[in-house]
């Protein structure tokens, strides 16, 4: 394969905005070069499929949010000042591009044999990641003592929830509701899971 990210970056998000109007499994190739303006060949330059392509635009989601899973853990600010920004950034990006929010929520479930195991492995990462931050809360005295591998995928829930209620909105009311998201989540978050004695707690 071929490895010019801006050519890569240039088939993913015309095949985003195509995905977004047509769905993964009605989308053809040619199509996608169409809105890139290149050849189809050239798509299979850079991408083995037309399925490598979508697992690409998971891929490239899913290190961003690790990446700031990563960065919030090493900054020193407080569990919950963490999961406030984790969500302010994780719907900030969906409200930025309908398309992209779009694709991240409707197709999702779409992958097969191996593409359907790398977008699992994706997730089971993402998982372990929110089972550390809360972990770390409880850990901090913040959070209550809880079963941290059932209430991680609650919450991955409970946000991928929101994004799908977002889409059922008209468009000029998606970025007012997503905006909104992340106050109201992160104190359904702190209300359920908090110590009795937060003030006390520290973080």
Not at 6 to 12: G, N, S, T, V
Not at 70 to 76: D, I
Request: proline share 2%; net charge negative.
């Amino acid at each position: 394969m071929a490895n010019d990210p801006a050519k890569q970056d240039l088939i993913r998000n015309a095949a985003i905005r195509v995905f977004a109007r047509k769905g993964f499994h009605a989308t053809r190739a040619e199509e996608i070069a169409e809105e890139a303006g290149i050849a189809v060949g050239t798509i299979y330059n850079y991408f083995e499929s037309k399925a490598q392509v979508l697992l690409s635009i998971f891929e490239r989601e899913f290190e961003e949010e690790v990446g700031l899973y990563e960065s919030m853990a090493k900054s020193g600010v407080s569990v919950r000042e963490r999961f406030s920004k984790i969500l302010s950034a994780h719907f900030a990006r969906l409200a930025e591009s309908r398309d992209l929010a779009v694709v991240l929520v409707r197709e999702r479930y779409n992958g097969s044999g191996e593409i359907g195991e790398a977008m699992a492995k994706m997730q089971r990462k993402m998982l372990d990641k929110i089972e550390k931050l809360i972990q770390d809360g409880v850990d901090a005295g913040w959070l209550r003592a809880c079963n941290v591998r059932m209430v991680a995928p609650a919450l991955f829930a409970i946000v991928q929830s929101i994004g799908e209620t977002a889409m059922i909105y008209p468009e000029s009311q998606q970025k007012a509701f997503l905006a909104r998201a992340p106050e109201e989540l992160a104190h359904l978050i702190w209300s359920g899971l908090a110590h009795d004695t937060e003030e006390e707690a520290t973080a």
